[in-house]
Every structure is written in C-alpha cells, then in structure tokens.
T-cell receptor, first 113, second 108 residues
Framework: TAGITQAPTSQILAAGRSMTLRCTQDMRHNAMYWYRQDLGLGLRLIHYSNTAGTTGKGEVPDGYSVSRANTDDFPLTLASAVPSQTSVYFC????????????FGPGTRLTVL | GQNIDQPTEMTATEGAIVQINCTYQTSGFNGLFWYQQHAGEAPTFLSYNVLDGLEEKGRFSSFLSRSKGYSYLLLKELQMKDSASYLCAVIGDYKLSFGAGTTVTVRA
C-alpha cells in the first residue's frame, strides 16, 4: 500500500510563476491537509478538507488554493509564487476530523527564487 | 488559537531516559498528539492522549494533565535511532496545531 504520495519531491521555481503540488492517498481517508514546515516555526496548516467537495482555510492560507474533486486527490496551487513561500510542504490525511491520527506524505521541498 | 511550548533541543546518552515537556493554552481541548520526525522525513504518529494520565507504548510513554495544560513524552532506553525531532500537537476547537518541535540528540 502506497499510503500517501506527493509530487514533485523538490522544485526550484522562479518568483511569479505558478505551481501545483500534488497529493494522492489510497487509504480512503475523508480528511486531507496541507502544511508548510519552516525552521523554528513547526508545521503550520495551510488548507484542509474534511470530505470530497469541501475545503477550509487553515492558519496560513494566503497565496495558496486547494481543490478536492474526489476522495483521493488534494492538490495545492501557488498562483504566483513569492520567495517567502520557500518551504517544505507536507500533505496529510486522516480518517475523520482532526482528532484522528494524521498520516503524512514524504514532503515537497520548494524553493522560490 | 493555541500556544504550544516545548524545548528546542535536548541531548541524552544512549540507554538513558529523556522527558520532553509540552505546555499549551487552548480553548475547546479535544486531545494531544506526539509525533516523531527524523531529519528530511515526514512526521510519524507516536501517541494520542485525550484523558488525564499516562499512556505507555513500549519504550515511549506520554502523559497528560488537562487542568495544567501540560504533557510530556518519555523516551526510555534511548537508542541512536531515537535521534529526531519530537512534535507536540494540540487539538483545540477541532483544529490541530503543532509546536515547533524538540530536537533530541542521542550520544553514544
């Protein structure tokens, strides 16, 4: 079982360009999440989805958008990247709401120049 | 929102015991998680506490006191592979927030 996968593994992006980070899970989990992790700040929630067709804003949503067309996929889009979006991005999923154990993908390391 | 505090770094010797403390302030407490994260890897689940008391799972134990807004993760019989970052995460008002993490270095 793959669990939860992310693509790409890493990316260097020019400022102003757009980019979509992909996330797919095969555990049939209802809830999915996008976090960014920066040194000294820990994991911060960007957006989440409790079930297919619904999304919500987390702690740091500005500059990011998400969609949840089906249960398995939860892409994160940066419409116009800025250097402050340089970070490691983790996708996660859980069976239900946040009080269920979250399973994390391997992460995407994004550098915006 | 939540305020979550944990020490930045701890160092211990192989075979020893280390206790990582986590204090939090939150509204609508729904539970507390501990995750382990090795450098360059994804976080992995260690424990979940929602009631006061100690939860033991092999070499790792987690304690919660809701009235004090306090938890600790106890790592016993430390091994070199336990060198990692340990993340305290609190659910408040059904939102999960993470602390910045405690980096534990195990020395031979």
């Amino acid at each position: 079982t793959a669990g939860i996968t992310q693509a790409p593994t890493s990316q260097i992006l020019a400022a102003g360009r757009s980019m979509t980070l992909r996330c797919t899970q095969d555990m049939r989990h209802n809830a999915m999440y996008w976090y960014r992790q920066d040194l000294g700040l820990g994991l911060r929630l960007i957006h989440y989805s409790n079930t297919a067709g619904t999304t919500g804003k987390g702690e740091v949503p500005d500059g990011y958008s998400v969609s949840r067309a089906n249960t398995d996929d939860f892409p994160l889009t940066l419409a116009s990247a800025v250097p402050s979006q340089t970070s490691v991005y983790f996708c996660a999923s859980s069976a239900g709401l946040e009080y269920n154990e979250q399973f994390f993908g391997p992460g995407t390391r994004l550098t915006v120049l | 929102g939540q305020n979550i505090d944990q020490p930045t770094e701890m160092t211990a010797t192989e075979g020893a015991i280390v206790q990582i403390n986590c204090t939090y302030q939150t509204s609508g407490f729904n539970g507390l998680f501990w995750y382990q994260q090795h450098a360059g890897e994804a976080p992995t689940f260690l424990s979940y506490n929602v009631l006061d008391g100690l939860e033991e799972k092999g070499r790792f134990s987690s304690f919660l006191s809701r009235s004090k807004g306090y938890s600790y993760l106890l790592l016993k019989e430390l091994q070199m592979k336990d060198s990692a970052s340990y993340l305290c995460a609190v659910i408040g008002d059904y939102k999960l927030s993470f602390g910045a993490g405690t980096t534990v270095t195990v020395r031979a």
